[in-house]
């Protein structure tokens, strides 16, 4: 009895297998089992729209509720026309009345990062860099009432009154290879996956951050050989 089980089960993967035939082509070059998401996904607060992004970086505001009319077809309402402007990622403000884009994302190690921010107004319909003067920047975020965007650049704190667009630098001691605001060094982030190193108060009138020291850790060199010649790369490496 127990052989005949066996068998038919071992009949029964017989036949997935051969119905469903898995090749290396079919896994990485046409990506037949990726599945399918929605691109650029944000619920929005009135608990009942969110927007996607389209193939050509626009972003469309939808209503849940439409999702409930099956046959019936929707036309969104587009609250950003994206042009030839292409971007990684991007977040509302609380009063969903701004729009803060990440573009030119590179990696620094395994989860740090640079890129260049770009803040939109949604009433003016203007597209500006957040920062023209301090680029790149990195672990750009909004403050809780929504009024800044708080930002790092060469391991100082910057943040941005968006009423106005005056800029300040909290902190001016931040230097490569020396010392850190803001963000992680390289132990923080690679044994415990942590990058940002700041937050905002909830009321929004306060920004805790960690500095870290590196004058003492010693300094390592590293050879790329990715481009044409030989690139040098100094680090710290506790």
Do not use: C
């Amino acid at each position: 009895m127990t052989k005949h089980i066996y068998l038919l089960v071992s009949i029964f993967f017989a036949s997935i297998s051969f119905a469903q035939e898995i090749t290396i082509g079919k896994i990485w070059k046409n990506y037949e089992f990726y599945p399918q998401y929605a691109q650029g996904f944000n619920s929005m607060a009135d608990g009942i729209s969110y927007t996607v992004q389209d193939e050509n970086y626009n972003i469309l505001k939808l209503n849940i509720q439409d999702l409930t009319n099956v046959g019936n077809e929707v036309e969104p309402e587009i609250i950003f026309s994206a042009s030839d402007f292409t971007y990684s990622d991007y977040e509302f403000n609380s009063d969903e009345s701004k729009i803060l884009f990440l573009t030119n994302k590179m990696s620094i190690y395994r989860y740090s990062y640079t890129a260049v921010y770009y803040l939109y107004d949604r009433e003016t319909k203007k597209l500006e860099p957040l920062d023209d003067l301090h680029q790149p920047q990195t672990l750009a975020e909004y403050s809780p009432d929504g009024n800044f965007v708080s930002y790092i650049h060469k391991n100082n704190i910057y943040v941005k009154e968006l009423s106005n667009g005056k800029i300040r630098q909290l902190t001016h001691d931040g230097k490569k290879n020396k010392v850190i605001n803001g963000t992680s060094d390289w132990v923080y982030e690679e044994e415990f996956a942590i990058t940002k190193a700041y937050d905002w108060s909830p009321d929004s009138r306060y920004i805790g951050f960690l500095k870290f020291n590196e004058n003492n850790v010693k300094q390592f060199r590293m050879t790329f050989y990715d481009d044409l010649y030989p690139d040098s790369y100094k680090f710290k490496y506790p």
